[in-house]
């Protein structure tokens, strides 16, 4: 069993090798540290351990996307009598990334549009370009943002102008009558939607 000094944090047989003899003479005290290297030596390991519980919090913060999944939720947005086939709705409900105290800039919404009996096509409402709210315009059947001059085709598809890719999506189900979207973080930082 190897024992050490509690005051230079070395081991007896090291000490014993470098000729160090205490001046007690003492065999629990067998350096010939004094008071000053003693606390010399316990301010430098509180700066460490208070050096290293201040970097924890940052550390934690880049590495949490890394580490945890996004928070994925399914949210009621109507009955099937809501919502015409064919046509194209916006719908809102709660984002699920959202803390307690966010109240209605917990809101989000999606454009959801009925093409079969059970089936639907949901999409996020904002621009994959810098992320502005797109517009559903009827008569054109087009999606466009007013920010840049972005256009998607009805299906999500780019037609015109900046956005890099087509709108994301959002999974849709029907459960006992009722249209269910599946909420996820907002589309312009993650591109695993569906």
Not at 16 to 44: G, I, Q, T, Y
Not at 123 to 143: E, T
Request: aromatic share 10%; net charge positive; proline share 7%.
């Amino acid at each position: 069993m190897v024992r050490w000094c509690w005051v230079c944090f070395a081991s007896f047989e090291k000490l014993k090798k470098r000729s160090v003899v205490c001046k007690k003479e003492n065999e629990n005290f067998p350096c010939a540290a004094d008071r000053r290297s003693f606390l010399n030596r316990l301010s430098l390991a509180l700066a460490g351990l208070v050096g290293a519980a201040m970097s924890l919090p940052p550390i934690a913060y880049v590495l949490s996307p890394l580490l945890s999944k996004p928070r994925r939720k399914w949210r009621d947005v109507g009955g099937l009598g809501e919502f015409p086939i064919g046509e194209t709705k916006l719908v809102k409900f709660q984002d699920a990334t959202s803390t307690a105290w966010a109240g209605n800039t917990a809101m989000t919404g999606a454009w959801l549009r009925r093409i079969g009996e059970d089936q639907f096509i949901a999409f996020s409402v904002n621009c994959r370009h810098l992320g502005c709210p797109v517009r559903w315009v009827n008569d054109a059947k087009l999606f466009m943002c007013p920010c840049h001059g972005g256009v998607y085709y009805e299906d999500g598809a780019v037609a015109a102008g900046p956005p890099p890719e087509a709108l994301a999506r959002y999974p849709v189900r029907v459960v006992d009558g009722k249209v269910e979207v599946e909420t996820s973080p907002i589309p312009l930082t993650t591109n695993d939607l569906v």
